[in-house]
């Protein structure tokens, strides 16, 4: 087994960037849902309710997030606070059901142009020093993901789908629908639900269970344009969790527990005990 796909998301469900390599710090994959759109009460806004996220293609570097948009010019926007520059307000941030999370305003020329993106009033926010939000109970942390870490997927997982789509006569569905960190080749289909633990190059992950699938995974992540009800029927059909069958599963969550390693296409994937 092998990595065939790393993927970060530096805005919270806005489009992602494909890697060649990565590096893991504290959070995850190094980067990967560091800012985050939210109203003007701190509540985080996700493709699920404001598709139009979906139009926002991003750009990483060592100093800055580009933002760009069909409609909009690009915008830049510093990953940390430049040092010649006074500290930027603080925002508590509403997270599913964490409350407090404490993140930095991205300034007045973010808010318009997410606000000019959603047609209502919206500001960007990011991580900062304050920002601390714990997963689990071993002294792990993650960013703005919507619960872990990392998400990994199989490409045999994906084809197991694909099949029962076209054998339905419904049309197969893209791996960015379910917009993972890393992608497995030369696994069974749905192998990842069964790993403890992991090794994925020189890094060691526990697994943190399945991924519970939403209506992102109808969603065009190009366009934006909603497919109907698949992939989600189809899953219905068999991947309902069998402790909360409201739950539909695609892809594991993994917690990194190497803090500091470099993740590269073609890494060797070995479960751990």
């Not at 915008?75 to 040092?83: A, E, G, Q, W």
């Not at 000019?116 to 991580?127: K, T």
């Not at 068999?238 to 590269?264: C, H, M, V, W």
Request: charged share 20%.
């Amino acid at each position: 087994m092998h990595v065939t796909g790393l993927f970060i998301y530096p805005v919270k469900s806005c489009r992602g960037i494909s890697l060649s390599e990565s590096s893991l710090d504290a959070l995850g994959l190094l980067g990967d849902r560091r800012f985050l759109v939210v109203d003007d009460q701190g509540n985080f806004l996700t493709q699920r309710t404001h598709v139009g996220l979906v139009s926002v293609a991003t750009a990483l570097d060592a100093t800055h997030l580009t933002l760009t948009h069909p409609q909009l010019p690009p915008l830049k926007i510093p990953v940390v606070t430049p040092v010649d520059q006074p500290s930027p307000p603080v925002v508590s941030v509403t997270l599913w059901r964490t409350t407090g999370l404490i993140a930095e305003d991205c300034g007045a020329a973010a808010s318009a142009w997410f606000s000019d993106v959603l047609q209502q009033s919206a500001r960007l926010v990011r991580i900062g020093p304050a920002f601390q939000r714990p997963v689990g109970d071993l002294g792990d942390f993650t960013a703005f993901a919507d619960g872990y870490p990392l998400l990994a997927i199989s490409e045999a997982s994906l084809a197991n789908l694909n099949d029962r789509l076209v054998g339905a006569g419904e049309e197969p569905v893209p791996m960015d629908r379910f917009r993972p960190n890393v992608v497995i080749a030369g696994s069974d289909a749905f192998a990842e639900d069964n790993w403890p633990r992991v090794r994925i190059g020189e890094a060691v992950f526990r697994t943190a269970g399945p991924c519970a699938r939403c209506i992102v995974t109808t969603t065009d992540q190009l366009t934006g344009q909603r497919h109907g009800a698949e992939p989600l029927r189809t899953l219905a059909r068999y991947r309902r969790d069998p402790a909360t069958p409201t739950n539909l599963n695609f892809g594991q969550n993994l917690i990194n527990e190497t803090k500091s390693a470099r993740l590269r296409i073609g890494d060797p994937v070995t479960p751990l005990d």
